[in-house]
């Protein structure tokens, strides 16, 4: 046994420490919590990276089940049996252009289910480019208790989301809602 220069053995919390590991292992989800979830949309072929996964598993409440989880532009969208949560990343800046590190993901927003009404999925063509190409814009229109809300899912020449997988999604935001 190693043995601390206070005498005390290495192992033993500091006075006034008060650990419960089974509280923090209850409390801090892992990657585990999305093993049930469907992947949507640019998700549906992506590697499941377990780190990336339990930086988005750590906003869960412990009894709170991620049902959806889609890439949307410059975040993510995760929807769970509670309530729908929109991510994006954090990170530490120094100037404009200087990005130090990556610090994780945080909550952009967040809306209870039941809160949200109805959802529409809409993919929108622009006008024809300089060089000949239509670039379109997906949207996400959720008519919200607070008010409508868009999120933008992908900028590109066709929709990420197919129509099953809005399907999927919307069962998943307006069907059997969590009281």
Not at 26 to 51: E, H
Not at 125 to 132: D, R
Request: charged residues 25%; contains cysteine.
């Amino acid at each position: 046994m190693a043995w601390r220069r206070d005498g005390e053995p290495a192992n033993k919390p500091a006075a006034g420490t008060f650990l419960c590991p089974s509280r923090i292992r209850r409390s801090v989800r892992d990657a585990s919590a999305f093993d049930a979830t469907q992947f949507l949309g640019l998700a549906r072929a992506a590697k499941r990276d377990p780190y990336r996964l339990s930086l988005f598993a750590r906003h869960l409440e412990p009894d709170e089940d991620p049902l959806i989880f889609l890439p949307v532009h410059s975040g993510t969208l995760i929807v769970t049996d509670q309530r729908v949560v929109e991510f994006r990343a954090h990170l530490d800046v120094h100037g404009a252009w200087n990005v130090r590190s990556f610090e994780g993901y945080g909550i952009h927003q967040a809306w209870p289910r039941g809160a949200i009404r109805e959802i529409e999925h809409r993919f929108q063509a622009s006008e024809v480019t300089a060089v000949g190409s239509h670039q379109g814009e997906e949207k996400l229109l959720l008519a919200a208790e607070a008010g409508p809300v868009e999120v933008r899912v992908s900028k590109g020449y066709e929709p990420t989301l197919t129509a099953d997988e809005f399907v999927v999604l919307r069962a998943a935001v307006l069907g059997n809602q969590a009281k």
